[in-house]
């Protein structure tokens, strides 16, 4: 299934582009995993999620409700959802750490914060990748928290 959004969108590539500066190596819509999640960094085995808050419903402002054919929304929304919930539980099986960045997370306001801390989190996985320490569940980070 495709994504909704399409590649290479504003949130994603502010992303990329800092990943990218500090140094990471990454895969892009990587086809090997369920949901061709966004950025892939196998270094810090993680997978970055960057997510538009009115297609996956963050509950912040910008998931905002149309006007009209809420019938239609209702759907599209509630299948976006579980599409998440299954591409997630699918990446845990498999040992990846992820990353949930929402897109309100990266507003102008907010976005350095919001850079500095993904990239911490993934400077300290990879070093636990590094040491081979084993976990049985996989780390798990949202920007912001909900
Ligand atoms: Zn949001």
Not at 4 to 9: E, Q, S, V, W
Not at 67 to 94: H, L, P, Q, T, Y
Not at 99 to 110: G, H, K, N
């Amino acid at each position: 299934m495709s994504k909704i959004r399409g590649r290479d969108t504003l949130p994603e590539i502010v992303v990329r582009r800092r990943l990218f500066a500090e140094g990471w190596r990454f895969r892009v819509c990587d086809r090997r995993f369920v949901g061709r999640p966004d950025v892939v960094i196998p270094k810090a085995r993680t997978i970055v999620d960057v997510r538009g808050c009115f297609w996956h419903r963050h509950g912040c402002k910008e998931s905002t409700m149309p006007k009209s054919n809420v019938a239609f929304w209702m759907e599209k929304w509630s299948k976006n959802v579980r599409r998440d919930i299954r591409n997630e539980a699918d990446w845990a099986k498999g040992g990846w750490n992820r990353i949930i960045v929402w897109e309100c997370a990266l507003a102008p306001s907010r976005r350095e914060k919001t850079l500095e801390r993904l990239c911490a989190k993934l400077a300290s996985w990879a070093v636990e990748r590094a040491a081979a320490i084993p976990r049985r569940i996989p780390h798990r980070l949202e920007l912001p928290r909900k």
